[in-house]
């Protein structure tokens, strides 16, 4: 495995296969009433969010104290370019504290990829601005491919706004190396630029009619990935109205009622219910919302392992 | 008085010929035979295998002074543009303050004098403070010390449609010309970064799209042809730009009334959004690298003169500024020291020595009204000459930069084509 996990194309379907492997493990420790495992003990991870965040800061912390490693949490909103400090200077600064690991958001496209140039220390991206979230994917297929069994042949349906979603794009490509098929559902608003090449190189689809994808225009449609929305995005001009933009895109029960029953219903989260998701289909006994969280803990335990304890600890 | 002999130069890459040179005044050009009044000239370069052009003159430089002196100063840009054959520069008036009144262009015009390596020529502000409301004292400007005739907001668009049209309009009392940074800004708004599309989309970074310079370009020439005046172009990026030029410039020949010319950057010419995978801020440039399509739409058009011009847009900054994530760093990229170079490299196979001393040379000077440079290498000229090693291959250094900053994006690429020597009304400025 490499270094970092900047970017779901840092890793392999083996190492995929290596980190499910461990997260199941991880996944049977959160039951136990004892949590703790020894494995980081005396090592100092950093979560360094530029960008606010409530759960992937609490699951990456979790992680971390879980494995016995200390965890510090640290907002720099807001801290670095306002008061004139460079992104380098920042993180060597926090870094030269003496940390073995970094975990970082950044509202910047890019700022984690930037970062593991400076530092010798294992650095992984917790969210950069609209280009990745590879920990959101890696939970995203584990908790897909304990229902569904192996994601070889299957067909995904991602929809929302894929030009501003980080989750989209590390979905793609992790969908990709577990041999998914992968539709991608927007408004031509919503979706990213230049998708043509891209979608035809990377080999998914693309579509604006969601009610033709779960029709099976595309084949029958296994699971359902729901993109959050942000309200704001209507200011862009991006869509008119939520009320349109539901009525179009939206996981409405009676959209819900099209999927064949036990197909996975997935959100990154936090939901707008009532926009993108009705309460009907967020609710559902299909639905895998929770499940997505608590294999988030298992999952990011993994990374954290397999990057910081070193591959003697790992074999 | 004070004499310079080059010897066997070839002459813009045809005739070989000795040029002496006197109190900064070309006296002779021909074989010297020994006839010719020259006794022993002060100096004496051989200049076997060399050619000779014009020095040449950059429509687009930012020199930083006053305010960003830790970036670039007027004479440290200077000396960089005397390292790459340059003997005039215009220097853009996005400083601090802005170049928008008759005191700020003197102050620039005469650092440029002090620093004595090239003619440092200020560009005036369009607007006042660049913000694209109220026009600049470009009258005052005009008649000062500084004889300022282009007026640019670069770093900005002058968006204002109206404001536009009354610059256009009002710079015809002086010959003037508007050199416009393209950009519209509702469609490409500040944060803008990256080329809109596959590899912006992939990237996640804020999309700029051809379209926003293009609609730009397009509404500026109909409004310089309404108005009977001349726009400029700068840093034309896209083939749909091309068109647009290509298409007012035949218009602006039937009228005869009015004048559109266009300017390109090396950058442009070669480097493609591609380059932006690494998310490395030293190819965060405005307008950004364009895909190749575009490239080879810019190299055609510099090739068949539809674009008139090779602008460096020479862009230092600070290290800081650079270390940035990708979104928040600095738009930019050095460009005076490797142009010609670049230039050669790139389209040494579809222009010949003498049309790329049009490009960077002639045409530039003619569009910036300075009558002194772009001359004819002929008896009676001022002796502004660049001196350039066609065969010499060198890989760039940006640590060997006359430049105070490093954001060089030519670093560790090999090019052919080397300056070896500037001379400024005789006086040597760069090589030895």
Redesign the interface.
Known sequence: MKKHLLSIDDVTADDIAALFETAAEMHDVQRREVKKLPALRGRTVINLFFEDSTRTRSSFEIAGKWLSADVINLSAKGSS?SKGE????TVLTVTAMGIDGLVMR??????A??VAQWLDIPVINAG?????HPTQALLDAYTLVRHLGSLEGKHVAIIGDL?HS?VF?SNIKSLAKLGARVTVVAPPTLM???????SA?AGFATSYDLDGVLAGDNGPVDAVMMLRVQKERMSGGYFPTAREYTVGYGLTRGRLAMLQPGTPILHPGPMNRGLEISPDAADAADSLILDQVSAGVAVRMAVLYHLLAGEEAVQ | MTSLLIKGASLLGTTTADVLVEDGVIRFVGRASGDEGIETPDTTVDADGLVLLPGLVDLHTHLREPGREDAETVRTGSAAAAAGGYTSVLAMANTNPVTDTAEAAERVYDLGRAAGLVDVQPVGAVTKGLEGHELAELGLMARSRAQVRVFSDDGKCVGDARVMRRALEYVKAFGGVISQHSQDPSLAPHASCCHEGPISGELGLPGWPGVAEEVIVARDVMLARHTGSRVHVAHVSTAGSVEVVRWAKSQAEKDGHWQVTAEVTPHHLLLTTDLLRGYDPTFKVNPPLRPQEDVEALRTALADGTIDAVATDHAPHARHDKEHAFVDAAFGMLGLETALSVVATVMGERMDWSRIAEVMSVNPARIAGLDAHGRAIAVGEPANLALIDPSASYVVDRDASLSLSRNNPWHGRTVTGQVVGTWLRGQRTFGS
Do not use: I, K, N, Y
């Not at chain 1, 990213?192 to 891209?198: A, I, K, L, N, Y």
């Open positions: 370019t460079s992104l380098r200077d950044h509202s910047a496209s890019g700022a990829h930037q950069d601005g609209t280009h990745e030009t980080r794009r990213p630029s230049g998708v043509g090449p891209w190189e």
